[in-house]
């Protein structure tokens, strides 16, 4: 496993944006964005393979947030524009260290993970 910590969260108005950023403690195979809302499950939102494949995303923050990285610095962001309130949940950065895939979008298939950051959107 490696460590990541996460940072960048806030308070922001609807509309506005953050970015995220995520720091591991050493390299990866793939790095991702999950997010838990009050009273929901932990959902997919972002990640990015470093060996190949393009970033992908979920349906509900595409065209509005963007994972990018430098794998060689262990280091992944999230951009996150037009924020809306239900954007609002703790953001949790994760990392694979192997796959047999460039695209999962299972939580199950990260095996680190951040402590997490807020993410409050008011409306």
């Known amino acids: 496993q490696v460590q990541l910590a996460e940072s960048g969260g806030g308070l922001v108005q609807a509309g506005g944006s953050l970015r995220l950023s995520c720091a591991a403690s050493?390299?990866?195979?793939?790095m991702g964005w999950f997010r838990r809302a009050p009273g929901k499950d932990r959902e997919f939102v972002a990640a990015i393979t470093w060996s190949g494949g393009s970033p992908y995303y979920a349906d509900s923050v595409k065209g509005r947030f963007t994972i990018s990285g430098d794998n060689a610095k262990n280091t992944m962001y999230l951009q996150m524009n037009s924020l809306k309130p239900e954007d609002t949940a703790v953001y949790f950065c994760?990392?694979?260290?192997?796959?047999?895939?460039?695209?999962?979008?299972?939580?199950?298939?990260?095996?680190?993970w951040g402590q997490g950051t807020q993410v409050t959107v008011s409306s």
């Open positions: 994760a990392a694979r260290l192997s796959g047999r895939y460039y695209y999962t979008k299972s939580p199950v298939d990260f095996g680190s």
């Open positions: 050493g390299r990866t195979f793939s």
